[in-house]
């Protein structure tokens, strides 16, 4: 079973930027990260998780949730088996626990990474 390991939450305020990674947990048997989609999803205080974004194997394809678009962008490094989220213009409906996954129900997520926005 995979687990992965989220990272890079932080306090922010409106306007600004981070960016969240995501590891293999060094516990995970064998996972062919470079075979699998990759998602990220969140989930805001007192509401279920929701997707915000995924990208291809290779990286060419990104698909992100409405509100999101044009903020935020995902990526990968497979030789480092790590999924980024770049985050621009954070706003405080974006404050959240941000997961990833290797696929959208949130198989193998982790603790996530808490983002708190904030003046």
């Known amino acids: 079973q995979v687990q992965l390991v989220e990272s890079g939450g932080d306090l922010v305020q409106p306007g600004g930027s981070l960016t969240l990674s995501c590891t293999v947990s060094p516990f995970t048997s064998e996972f062919a990260f470079s075979r699998h989609w990759m998602y990220w999803l969140r989930q805001a205080p007192g509401q279920g998780v929701e997707w915000v974004s995924s990208?291809?194997?290779?990286?060419?394809?990104?698909y992100y949730e409405d509100s999101v678009k044009g903020r935020f962008t995902i990526s990968r490094d497979n030789a480092k088996k790590t999924l980024y989220l770049q985050m621009n213009s954070l706003k405080y409906e974006d404050a959240a626990v941000y997961y990833c996954?290797?696929?959208?129900?949130?198989?193998?997520r982790g603790r996530g990474t808490q983002v708190i926005v904030s003046s």
């Open positions: 990208i291809d194997t290779g990286g060419d394809k990104t």
């Open positions: 996954a290797k696929d959208a129900a949130g198989t193998g």
